[in-house]
């Protein structure tokens, strides 16, 4: 039995539909992303399932219990916010205790949860402070530990991560990713940034306008994006994009634009026509002597970033704007003519609705 369930879910503010036939099966331990820009629902979804907002129609289940009309107190969920949602004039330990309190657990129970989670976070020594006297990843920690203590069914992340900086951001994703893998807790996370998406979840859904793009492993939604806002939307740095068609020559099919011909080893592509192809930065390859690929790009420098162990060269192929992403140690200057491979077996094609034909 999945641990949570949303059937035909959908959500109307007046006439303006945010999230629209949701459907979707969380299975028990899971961590689970939903991934999307601003306006995709993500946030709506789970604010759904924490009992925050009111169905419009369909039904949410936890462990089989129909929850969908149940007040947020007895769906056995607990929700970590992106502002922390701490009580500022409580110490750790009175935030910590306060949603048992209010329950009426005992006050062993409620020493013993608060010392099983602040050993697991690393707050022992922060008991006694106020929530103004923590920085934010200690917040951050402190409100992961409140959500902790009640022993949820489901644990709920809304952007826990957006106030934090870049470095302290990386350092908590591997910290809540190991908190769920120790836990076991089946967990629903959002986030609009995709490497958080990648790196987290055992599986992803990508949304746009209230609706699965995709739902998957991660690498296997990287490998093999189901239209072309997946594509774009998934992965750093972002997919180049190529207008064109698909000409067949001899009986092969390559890829024709502006400027820009090679051929794409595909057997499927006769009846495609117009497309637009995709082909990652990290695909572009610097030739080396003994590579034998038939398909090349030239064109010529506009802007190298140089970002340390990797660099990111934008060039000009004719009308056509593309990045590569190469060694580190590749010496090329704004300016200069570049020629590179092409990993045709990775290309990416969608026809003119956007879907991959891969």
Avoid: C
Avoid at 70 to 76: A, H, K, T, V
Avoid at 332 to 351: A, K
């Amino acid at each position: 039995m999945p641990s949570v369930s949303f059937e035909h879910v959908s959500k109307r503010f007046g006439d303006t539909t945010v999230v629209d036939d949701f459907t979707l099966d969380v299975a028990d331990g899971e961590l689970l992303v939903l991934v999307g820009g601003s306006g995709s629902g993500k946030s709506t979804i789970l604010r759904m399932l924490a009992g925050l907002e009111t169905v419009t129609s369909g039904t949410i289940r936890i462990d089989g219990r129909d929850v969908t009309a149940l007040p947020p107190r007895d769906r056995d969920v607990a929700m970590v916010f992106q502002d922390y949602g701490l009580y500022p004039h409580m110490t750790v330990r009175e935030n910590l205790s306060l949603g048992l309190r209010l329950k009426k657990v005992p006050r062993q129970e409620i020493d013993r949860r608060i010392a099983w989670a602040v050993g697991i976070l690393g707050l022992e020594s922060l008991l006694d402070r106020k929530p103004k006297q923590l920085s934010g990843g200690q917040r951050q920690r402190v409100a992961m530990g409140r959500a902790m203590v009640r022993e949820p069914k489901v644990f709920l992340f809304d952007e826990p991560l957006s106030n934090l900086d870049a470095g302290l951001r990386a350092q908590m994703r591997i910290e809540i990713g190991s908190l769920q893998r120790r836990l076991k807790t089946t967990t629903i996370y959002v986030t609009h940034d995709q490497v958080e998406a990648m790196t987290l979840g055992d599986r992803i859904v990508v949304l746009a306008d209230g609706r699965i793009q995709q739902l998957g492993r991660p690498i296997d939604i990287y490998r093999a994006p189901a239209n072309r806002f997946v594509a774009g939307f998934i992965g750093t740095p972002r997919m180049n994009f190529l207008e064109g068609r698909i000409h067949h020559e001899d009986g092969a099919p390559a890829f024709v634009a502006e400027g820009l011909r090679f051929d794409v080893p595909r057997e499927d592509v006769a009846s495609v026509g117009a497309v637009t192809l995709g082909v990652r930065p990290e695909d572009l390859l610097i030739p080396s002597p003994s590579d034998q690929r038939p398909s090349t790009v030239t064109g010529r420098v506009v802007l190298v970033e140089r970002l340390g162990g990797i660099t990111h060269v934008h060039f000009d192929a004719g009308p056509h704007r593309l990045m590569a992403a190469l060694p580190n140690d590749t010496a090329v200057t704004v300016g200069d003519d570049i020629t590179l491979g092409i990993r045709t077996e990775r290309l990416h094609l969608f026809d003119a609705d956007g879907r991959s034909h891969l």
